[in-house]
């Protein structure tokens, strides 16, 4: 539904003169998730002081970060198309409320399990929220919701990882505190979000979406295949750095402060949301080629640095990556995103995010798994080496289908 269709009076929403405008909304939509994404990244710097005190293994600790995976695939299968039918502010009312619960857990967790529990219940609710806010983006300004959808997630990440690092060195308990800090954040929200207009009229159908579904219109499937190699290996190299970040970080600098965790993951999403904004527009198929080019080339800095324990070139690398992340992830939703309709978009966003969060929660397991075995370098080799061989199948992929369009 396009902002004319909110003025109207037939729009869900008119019988209640406190409803915010549709630019307002946008904007709070825009903020709402960035503040999920900020909440998924801050536990990483973290994790290095939940190693220590908790005594947990790499393999644990990306456990933990699989579970908020894991079980945000779980609800944008599930629920992923709800907000289709029972609207979008009911949908992120629901997720906002759900995760300040997680917040809760968060902040009295003491064991691996109430960890994994707390990441649990986060993802559900990062799930549930994901393609209702995407959709309701696209509902009130479709024009500007490409960008705002690729580079809230960025952004969020960066602010919560490098935000979360600051307040580790500046609180008594960070484990606790900083979960203080965003359980009172997403109640601020959620009082907002009871003034958001609706923007989709319901329709019946709610229960009988509620299965595991992957949702692809016709017309996006095609274009779909050509972005999944390059979803895949975005979200593959944002796994590894937010879950295993750290700790590279620190084997590489030989500095235990929190801050060089932060970042290293704020050099990756930073990078990433400048090149959003700088790519803006430019044509889809450009900005994915530019994206793809970009990813193979920063990994391969990056490993080089791992090989030759050069931190400057590992940070250097992860902001060339981070170009290539936010770029490659900007085109494939550019290239994905319009061709669905109103009633199809939340459906093909949570299609979208399966892939993505897939591809961000096996990697991190895998790289957890490889660095029990045989230590944090070899496993970002493996994981990095493959990072770019998906980069590489996507550019090749990207410049046939632009070759056939011609």
């Given at each position: 539904m396009t902002t004319e269709c909110l003025s109207s009076p037939s729009a869900l929403g008119a019988s209640f003169p406190a409803r915010m405008g549709p630019r307002i909304a946008f904007a709070v939509n825009a903020v709402v998730s960035i503040a999920f994404l900020a909440a998924s990244s801050a536990p990483t710097p973290l994790y290095a002081i939940y190693q220590e005190h908790l005594h947990l293994t790499p393999l644990i600790v990306t456990v933990v970060f699989a579970s908020y995976a894991i079980a945000l695939l779980i609800a944008l299968l599930v629920v992923g198309s709800l907000s289709d039918h029972l609207g979008r502010r009911t949908v992120?009312?629901?997720?906002?409320?759900?995760?300040?619960?997680?917040?809760?857990?968060?902040?009295?967790?003491?064991?691996?399990?109430?960890?994994i529990s707390a990441r649990a219940l986060q993802g559900l609710a990062t799930g549930a929220a994901t393609a209702a806010l995407g959709a309701g983006l696209a509902d009130l300004i479709p024009r500007r919701a490409p960008l705002?959808?690729?580079?809230?997630?960025?952004?969020?990440?960066?602010?919560?990882?490098?935000?979360?690092?600051?307040?580790?060195?500046?609180?008594?308990?960070?484990?606790?505190?900083?979960?203080?800090?965003?359980?009172?954040?997403?109640?601020?929200?959620?009082?907002?979000?009871?003034?958001?207009?609706?923007?989709?009229?319901?329709?019946?159908?709610a229960l009988g979406s509620l299965k595991l579904s992957a949702v692809v219109p016709p017309a996006a499937r095609r274009a779909l295949v050509v972005a999944t190699p390059i979803l895949i290996a975005v979200w593959a190299i944002g796994g590894f750095i937010l879950s295993l970040g750290p700790s590279l970080a620190r084997a590489q600098t030989g500095s235990t402060s929190p801050m060089v965790g932060g970042w290293l993951v704020f050099a990756l999403t930073f990078s990433g949301a400048i090149a959003v904004f700088t790519f803006r527009r430019t044509p889809a198929a450009r900005a994915f080629i530019i994206g793809a080019g970009a990813l193979i080339a920063g990994v391969a800095v990056t490993l080089l640095g791992v090989v030759v324990s050069a931190p400057v070139l590992l940070f250097l690398g992860i902001v060339i990556a981070g170009i290539g992340f936010g770029t490659g992830f900007q085109g494939a939703m550019r290239t994905v995103l319009p061709l669905a309709q109103a009633g199809e978009r939340a459906g093909l966003l949570a299609t979208v995010y399966v892939i993505?969060?897939?591809?961000?929660?096996?990697?991190?397991?895998?790289?957890?798994?490889?660095?029990?075995?045989?230590?944090?370098?070899?496993?970002?080799?493996?994981?990095?080496?493959?990072?770019?061989?998906?980069?590489?199948?996507?550019?090749?992929?990207?410049?046939?289908?632009?070759?056939?369009?011609?």
């Open positions: 992120i009312l629901g997720a906002l409320a759900l995760e300040t619960v997680a917040m809760i857990v968060f902040a009295v967790s003491s064991n691996a399990a109430e960890l705002v959808n690729s580079v809230a997630p960025i952004i969020g990440m960066a602010v919560g990882a490098l935000g979360s690092a600051a307040l580790t060195t500046a609180v008594a308990v960070p484990t606790t505190d900083v979960f203080i800090v965003l359980m009172i954040l997403f109640a601020l929200l959620f009082v907002t979000a009871l003034f958001l207009p609706e923007t989709v009229e319901r329709r019946p159908g993505s969060y897939l591809a961000t929660s096996l990697p991190a397991i895998a790289a957890g798994l490889l660095s029990s075995l045989w230590g944090i370098k070899p496993a970002a080799i493996i994981i990095g080496s493959a990072v770019i061989i998906l980069a590489a199948m996507a550019l090749g992929g990207i410049l046939r289908h632009s070759k056939a369009a011609s």
